[in-house]
């Protein structure tokens, strides 16, 4: 990467911000197809009538939890975001 103006560099730049890009994505997918299956759950459950039923509290068991590594765990935050193979 020495000696071409920073080209290497750039180019990780790019696929850096892709790989974010890439699992934000992935979590926004994943969100809206939970809470399309919660909606489709409570519907089974008792909805119809006509009329909106009443959104219950969020309970713990309705979020869904992403594993992420440690804070200071340098290395798996490295594979985390990009990739084993980086």
Not at 59 to 79: E, L, N, Q, S
């Amino acid at each position: 990467e020495r000696g071409n103006g920073g080209g290497g560099s750039h180019a990780w730049v790019n696929a850096t911000v892709s790989n974010f890009s890439r699992l934000r994505s992935y979590l926004e997918r994943e969100d809206a197809r939970l809470r399309q299956q919660k909606r489709q759950r409570q519907k089974r459950q008792g909805g119809g009538g006509g009329q909106e039923q009443p959104r219950p509290m969020t309970t713990a068991a309705d979020v869904r939890r992403i594993a992420v590594p440690g804070m200071k765990d340098r290395a798996a935050w490295h594979v985390f975001c990009l990739g084993g193979e980086e």
